[in-house]
């Protein structure tokens, strides 16, 4: 999926964060992806391989499957989890203010309590800037404790904060990670122009036709 970027004026509503933003050149990470709504055409959010999952649009890759973290009492969509072979890609999306990313904070914060869980917390640089590699301790269902290492990017746009976890092979080995990382800059967010309180998580929905018990190919 190629994307296009419109261009300044084909939208009057561009808000001024917008225009500082494209400005300051602060937005760079996002110059390939992920996007905000207001920055890609309509036929790319209603293309046949895109699906729509309310604050996020996605598309999948050949082989990968789409499972959806659902509350149980409330049957709200929680968080997408994007699975391929023995790697995972985790999505979770929040409001954020007008005129400042939230991307800092919720990182010292992620860091801070997985040190408080016995773990380690490690600053590096990648392809969206500023992330975090984690290292946990786990326990399995047979109640062995082993480390889970784990990449969480976090990538802060117009209003909204875009948190992604890689898990598996993907988080430890490079030559995996390039699906995941592809997959996260063709990530659509829709945050819509409702107000909502600073690190709301934006609403998530089932695909059209899906069962809370399903798993559907992405």
Avoid at 40 to 62: C, F, H, Q, S
Avoid at 92 to 112: D, L, Q, Y
Avoid at 146 to 154: E, K
Avoid at 186 to 215: N, T
Wanted: no cysteine.
């Amino acid at each position: 999926m190629i994307f296009r970027r419109k261009a300044k004026n084909e939208d009057p509503e561009t808000t001024e964060t917008e225009a500082a933003v494209e400005e300051t050149g602060t937005a760079e990470p996002r110059a390939e992806g992920p996007f905000d709504s207001s920055e890609v055409d309509a036929e790319v959010l209603e293309a046949e391989d895109r699906i729509d999952l309310g604050a996020l649009v996605i598309t999948g890759m050949p082989g990968m499957e789409l499972r959806l973290q659902v509350d149980e009492q409330t049957g709200q969509v929680q968080a997408i989890l994007l699975v391929l072979e023995d790697s995972a890609l985790e999505l979770r999306a929040f409001a954020a203010p007008k005129k400042s990313g939230i991307w800092g904070e919720v990182r010292r914060e992620i860091a801070a309590e997985a040190t408080r869980m016995g773990g380690t917390a490690t600053e590096t640089e990648g392809p969206f800037g500023t992330e975090l590699v984690l290292v946990v301790p786990v326990e399995d269902p047979e109640g062995q404790i082993f480390s889970q290492t784990s990449r969480v990017i976090g990538v802060d746009g117009p209003r909204w904060l875009l948190r992604a976890t890689v898990l598996g092979r993907a988080a430890v080995e490079p030559d995996s990670a390039p699906p995941m990382e592809e997959t996260l800059r063709s990530v659509v967010v829709v945050r819509g122009p409702e107000p909502m309180a600073v690190r709301e998580s934006l609403p998530l929905r089932l695909p059209p036709g899906a069962q809370p018990a399903d798993e559907e190919q992405a």
